[in-house]
């Protein structure tokens, strides 16, 4: 039986095979390298036990999909296990080669759970969020070329009707993205839950539904807000290192990015998070320390809320006490 790493790149896929011997190649991260990648595994042994990588984005999603409709037994690791494993292993250094291997044997070891891909309804709707993401990203570099007054009249009409257009594609993938929740009741039914949470709008809402899918799956929030990298992590080695507690930042960047003006807002609005924040400042965490803690409470908010199909109470910490 053989257990395969891989350590994902935008153009690369650095493979290990751990079975009788340890066998370590690099691929195309495209559909060709797919191809030649599923090949070299055959020609390896009868049998792939389990082929593991980190979810680490969207540059793994093809060649999961790829394994597993030729019938291969993929594993897609929250980012954290794997960090936690090398530690484990006294890891001290890394590379892509090192990666792969670390992620192969902690397939051989831990036999992670196998992975199935999303449901259309969730791969479209991830599309279709991400592509409203990107014209964003477009329409702002646009204005700020606008802005930096490029000092040609057919250079600035050509920017304003650039962004015009960008505007009209924004408007019309939004309509898009409801009308695609209105075709789905389980989708829509998220979204209106998420949505009820102070804090939370449209937008925010597709990008949780499309980053992490159905968050009812997970078995604990904590799994939730390491796939967004919003785990606390600490440096501390003996009296001498020790850094000021952060995240891990291995995750999702984009959510961790959407969820920054929506954690402002909560800080002002949402009764629950308000009270937070205010007590997080009078222990003394600075400004970005409390916007980052009120970020992972938000996702807190978000499991409790779908977990429990119920929608948001803001009476919740007075039933409680």
């Not at 279709?128 to 600035?156: F, I, M, Y």
């Not at 078995?219 to 080695?237: E, I």
């Amino acid at each position: 039986m053989l257990y395969v790493g891989i350590d994902v790149s935008k153009a690369t896929l650095a493979v290990c095979v751990l079975g009788e011997s340890k066998q370590q190649r690099e691929f195309g991260n495209n559909r060709k390298g797919h191809y030649q990648l599923l090949s070299w595994l055959k020609k390896q042994a009868d049998a792939v036990a389990i082929v593991g990588l980190e979810a680490t984005g969207s540059y793994g999603e093809a060649v999961c999909t790829y394994l597993y409709e030729q019938g291969v037994s993929v594993s897609v690791i929250n980012p954290a296990r794997i960090k936690a494993y090398a530690q484990s292993q006294l890891k001290r250094h890394k590379t892509d080669a090192i990666d792969a291997e670390l992620i192969a044997d902690f397939c051989r070891t831990q036999q992670p759970e196998p992975w199935s891909p999303p449901p259309p309804e969730e791969l479209e709707l991830r599309a279709l969020v991400r592509h409203l993401d990107d014209l964003k990203a477009q329409r702002q570099a646009e204005k700020n070329r606008l802005e930096a007054q490029p000092g040609s009249k057919t250079v600035v009409r050509n920017l304003q009707a650039h962004i015009r257009f960008l505007d009209g594609q924004i408007q019309q993938l939004e309509h898009d993205i409801h009308d695609h929740m209105n075709q789905h009741p389980h989708l829509k039914q998220q979204h209106d839950l998420l949505k009820s949470i102070p804090g939370i709008g449209d937008i925010t809402s597709f990008q949780i539904l499309a980053e992490l899918g159905d968050l009812t799956r997970f078995s604990d929030v904590r799994q939730v807000v390491a796939l967004a990298g919003l785990n606390p992590q600490q440096r501390r080695s003996g009296t001498s290192l020790h850094y000021t507690a952060g995240i891990s930042r291995m995750g999702h960047d984009s959510l961790r990015a959407a969820l920054f003006m929506p954690a402002m807002v909560a800080m002002r609005y949402n009764p629950i998070l308000k009270a937070f924040a205010e007590r997080m400042q009078r222990n003394g965490l600075k400004p970005k320390q409390v916007i980052t803690a009120v970020m992972r409470k938000l996702l807190h908010l978000a499991y409790g809320v779908l977990k429990n199909k119920e929608p948001f109470n803001p009476n919740y910490l007075a039933l409680c006490s």
